[in-house]
């Protein structure tokens, strides 16, 4: 039940999978593992290799970080994403990501099942780069 209601919003409620279609999302909601933060409660810390690819489905976080550039801070929402580039690199998170709502419910698709997405659709990695770099460009918080 809930693996169909998953499928759904990451169809209709992450851009980033709007291009899949129900049946191959259906190839990886059976391993997406859920979690629910309080405000305040650490999603991930920097400096962590990220173990999958995170979806905010309720709540918000906070990730802070630093780079070359100087501090960053982004709020994301449901729908939105993060881990990306720690996955895609097997690189260390250079933000640490926190809720900032309680209860924030997080959408975990593993590293095995994220791979299976990218060979499905080899532009994800392109178009998970190219959000990536927009999100650290806006003016900081």
Known sequence: MS???DTIFLKTQVDVLSFFNEDQLRRV????ERASYEGGQVVMLK????????????????????????PFSV????????????LLDNSAMDATVKATEAPTEVLMIPSQSFQKLLEMQPLLKKTLLDKAAARKAKPKA
Not at 29 to 32: A, K, M, R, S, V
Not at 75 to 86: H, N, P, Q, R
């Open 29 to 32: 909601t059976p391993d997406i």
């Open 75 to 86: 709020e994301l929402k449901a729908g939105d994403f993060f881990g990306e580039i720690s």
């Open 3 to 5: 693996g169909f209601g």
């Open 47 to 70: 400096g962590e290799i990220s173990s999958g690819f995170y979806i905010i489905k309720k709540g918000a976080v906070l990730a802070t970080g630093k780079t070359k550039e100087g």
